[in-house]
């Protein structure tokens, strides 16, 4: 069983100076996909596109740009979960889950484990005179596959904050921020949601955990975070961390510790080869793990030569991929 997950980076149908049409786009991202021959493929960024029927009040969207670059692959049947807002898919960065095999059950969460936080910015320009709500800006997608001996798969994909610093108000003109404590504010608050995503995430797995002690589970997708950093240390629950032995069969493995050090990167910046796409599975799935890879051979510097790494058809992500003998 092969095991994915790629952040195709802003699918979506129009072009313009900055960006590729869906059409330069379908040839070359079917061929990733082709190449991925998954069995389970976790996206991120796949964007709605609104139908007919849409209106500000009652939003009415469909998946069509990707169901056109999985037209005529394995996936175009493949059963499908995805992220949604008044029942149908957001607008932008939504998460989808394909699967060969049923999906039993799909359920999403943001700020359902964890209530808002509250927060007063600092250097808001005019101050906030009072703590205003902090929420996460994309939903935790979390699917129950049933496998063919019958046991059940738990699929979480995410998609945590980006590394951009978060809007202060009366803090930035464009792309520029007028002080660098403005920024710096910004950047915590980003680093805020990030981890508080991986933190819900970590609570819906020990709930998992809780209703059964051998559960399969695949925690996947752009964490924008590297190895050792919080969010990943967050959810991972390693014994070094909890100093509680019984808490070993708990504990989430990254399947990144099988790649060589030379190919374990999924993102460039700057010529800075960076992991920020990951998989994290239980112990039981462990026993079954075979091997894992990076297939980025063809991925480009998404900081350079461009302003807008937009230009570029490819994804500024390259697909990870888990091998399984199950």
Request: aromatic fraction near 8%; glycine fraction near 4%.
């Amino acid at each position: 069983m092969r095991i994915a997950t790629f952040n195709v980076e802003n699918l979506d149908t129009p072009a313009d100076e900055t960006n590729p049409s869906l059409n330069q786009r379908v040839p070359i991202l079917k061929a990733a996909f082709e190449r991925i021959n998954a069995d389970i493929i976790c996206l991120q960024e796949v964007h709605g596109q609104e139908t007919s029927a849409h209106t500000s009040h009652n939003p009415s969207r469909v998946l069509s740009a990707l169901d056109t670059v999985l037209a005529g692959t394995q996936y175009e049947h493949y059963h499908r979960a995805f992220t949604k807002t008044q029942n149908t898919p957001y607008d932008k960065r939504n998460l989808v889950i394909l699967s060969k095999f049923e999906i039993e059950a799909e359920y999403q969460y943001r700020n359902d484990h964890i209530a808002k936080l509250s927060y007063r910015k600092v250097t808001a320009n005019p101050p906030e005179m009072e703590a205003k709500d902090l929420s996460w800006e994309r939903p935790i997608l979390h699917a129950k596959l049933l496998l063919p001996d019958g046991s059940k798969l738990h699929m979480i994909n995410l998609h945590l904050k980006s590394r951009l610093a978060s809007k202060v108000a009366g803090q930035k003109n464009g792309f520029s921020w007028h002080s660098a404590a403005g920024w710096a504010e910004g950047y915590f608050l980003s680093s805020i949601k990030r981890v508080g995503q991986a933190l819900e995430t970590r609570i819906l797995v020990d709930q998992i955990f809780d209703a059964d002690p051998d559960a399969k589970i695949v925690v996947c997708g752009d964490f924008n975070a590297a190895p050792g950093e919080v969010p990943i240390e967050a959810m991972t629950g390693a014994v070094e961390n909890t100093n509680n032995l019984n808490l070993r069969d708990r504990v989430l493995i990254s399947c990144s510790r099988n790649i060589a050090d030379s190919t374990k990167f999924s993102h460039l910046h700057h010529g800075q080869k960076n992991l920020l796409d990951h998989m994290l599975i239980s112990q039981s799935l462990l026993t079954c793990f075979i091997s894992a890879e990076i297939h980025n051979e063809n991925l480009h510097d998404e900081s350079l030569p461009f302003s807008y790494d937009s230009k570029y058809p490819e994804s500024d992500h390259a697909p990870f991929i888990a091998t399984f003998n199950l």
